[in-house]
T-cell receptor, first 116, second 113 residues
Framework: KAGVTQTPRYLIKTRGQQVTLSCSPI?????VSWYQQTPGQGLQFLFE???????NKGNFPGRFSGRQFSNSRSEMNVSTLELGDSALYLC???????????????FGAGSRLTVL | DQQVKQNSPSLSVQEGRISILNCDYT??????FLWYKKYPAEGPTFLIS?????DKNEDGRFTVFLNKSAKHLSLHIVPSQPGDSAVYFC????????????FGGGTRLMVKP
């Protein structure tokens, strides 16, 4: 079955612009999470959505937002881009929405954002 | 405040030998631990996990050990193969945080032929 699909894979923006990234989870997966990976901060949790509701949010400013649609596809948006927002943005989906230790996140290949 | 730490940014091992990757955590609320492997230009791939009620979990060449009292876990790869060369992340989750993972900074493993 198809994996987690993220689009676009690469994009370049300038400071002050906004960007929208898209994620299509594995078919049947209803939970979608977003992570930011940077060389300095590593992999950091942004937010998680389940059944179109944000369940958890990481420690990021309000410029970072997301949503989930009824078909479980998700988008994240970053407004007023800053140089420090340059990163690899990873989406992950999982089958279960409630906590389960054994529930594994499957990651997409990521969207690499460069802010100039 | 890094709750999950991987203190070795890189590790070089000869093919056929054992690779040991280490991870420390500070939050005693973590109750499940996972290891992910990441190749360049790809997303992390799940490798193996362990519940906090266990001290060892094995899957083929991969074994994860958990020492709760020391808040330390390690991943053993035996024997190491050149295809194992990648960045390895340990991650932790806690009961009341949905599917949120807290990751360590990663260790780049290089397995030399």
């Amino acid at each position: 079955k198809a994996g987690v699909t993220q689009t676009p894979r690469y994009l370049i923006k300038t400071r002050g612009q906004q960007v929208t990234l898209s994620c299509s989870p594995i078919s049947g997966h209803r939970s979608v999470s977003w992570y930011q990976q940077t060389p300095g901060q590593g992999l950091q949790f942004l937010f998680e959505y389940f059944s179109e509701t944000q369940r958890n949010k990481g420690n990021f400013p309000g410029r970072f937002s997301g949503r989930q649609f009824s078909n479980s596809r998700s988008e994240m948006n970053v407004s007023t881009l800053e140089l420090g927002d340059s990163a690899l943005y990873l989406c992950a989906s999982s089958l279960l929405g409630q906590y389960s230790g054994a529930n594994v996140l499957t990651f997409g290949a990521g969207s690499r954002l460069t802010v100039l | 405040d890094q709750q999950v730490k991987q203190n070795s940014p890189s590790l070089s091992v000869q093919e056929g030998r054992i690779s040991i990757l280490n991870c420390d955590y500070t939050n005693s609320m973590f109750d499940y631990f996972l290891w992910y492997k990441k190749y360049p230009a790809e997303g992390p791939t799940f490798l193996i996990s362990i519940s906090s009620i266990k001290d060892k979990n094995e899957d083929g060449r991969f074994t994860v050990f958990l020492n709760k009292s020391a808040k330390h876990l390690s991943l053993h790869i035996v024997p190491s193969q050149p295809g194992d060369s990648a960045v390895y992340f340990c991650a932790a989750k806690m009961y009341n945080a949905g599917n949120m993972l807290t990751f360590g900074g990663g260790t780049r493993l290089m397995v030399k032929p």
